[in-house]
């Protein structure tokens, strides 16, 4: 079975200051790893995704990722927050060779304060 | 060109009725997916439909859900005799290449609510 912990429901920022939303992953094989967004009365939208290859993924509107496969970690990174940044923030899991569906973590809610 | 639709955009329902929530998926994508996002909570996988191939059902919580995929194209999710606890925002989602490495484009989603 796979799973994904968000430890935080809520992390608060001020804008300009750096931002981390935590995730932790299990899966009995390789895992692929995505980062979506959700904003007010709006679907979820990609933000980036970690398949292969360098450890630090870059994605959409400045934000980063870290794959630690020790630590089965992939916490969401941006180095200055935006207070449009402000929204629910979801970590996604699916192993390589499991169920093509992801498996989505509780969901953290970013509020970047002005 | 156009993202993930679907209709309604919200549904009211008396417990006991049957709903259908309708799902357009992008152009050419193969893969689809009905998740469920309940308040509070993370969102559930429910079907997930790969061209011709049988769809997997693992996560319809009931035998009151279910699920069809015509012409590899739109999709509707049926829930029938609902419940109060059947209230949540429906999403559907696609993708390209079934989600090996491509991304799902989620829709905006059916909030459904169950009187």
């Known amino acids: 079975a796979q799973s994904v912990a968000q430890p935080e429901d809520q992390v608060n920022v001020a804008e300009g200051n750096p931002l981390t939303v935590k995730c932790t992953y299990s899966?009995?094989?390789?895992?692929?790893l995505f980062w979506y967004v959700q904003y007010p009365n709006r679907g979820l939208q990609f933000l980036l995704k970690?398949?292969?290859?360098?450890?630090l993924v870059k994605g959409s509107y400045g934000f980063e990722a870290e794959f630690n496969k020790s630590q089965t970690s992939f916490h969401l990174k941006k180095p200055s927050a935006l207070v449009s940044d402000s929204a629910l923030y979801f970590c996604?899991?699916?192993?390589?060779?499991?169920?093509?569906?992801?498996?989505f973590g509780s969901g953290t809610r970013l509020q970047v304060q002005p | 060109g156009a993202g993930v639709s679907q209709s309604p955009s919200n549904k009211v329902t008396e417990k006991g009725k049957d709903v259908e929530l309708r799902c357009d998926p992008i152009?050419?994508?193969?893969?689809l997916y009905w998740y469920r996002q309940s308040l509070g909570q993370g969102l559930e996988f429910l079907i997930y439909?790969?061209?011709?191939?049988?769809?997997?059902k693992s996560g319809l919580p009931s035998d009151r859900f279910s699920a069809e995929r015509t012409g590899g194209s739109v999709s509707t999710l049926t829930i029938q005799r609902t419940q109060q606890e059947d209230s949540a925002v429906y999403l559907c989602a696609s993708s390209s290449d079934g989600g090996t490495y491509n991304e799902q484009f989620f829709g905006p989603g059916t909030r459904l609510t169950v009187l």
């Open positions: 152009s050419g994508h193969t893969a």
């Open positions: 899966v009995s094989g390789n895992p692929y």
């Open positions: 970690y398949i292969t290859g360098d450890n």
């Open positions: 439909f790969q061209g011709n191939s049988a769809p997997d």
């Open positions: 996604a899991v699916r192993d390589v060779t499991g169920r093509r569906a992801l498996t």
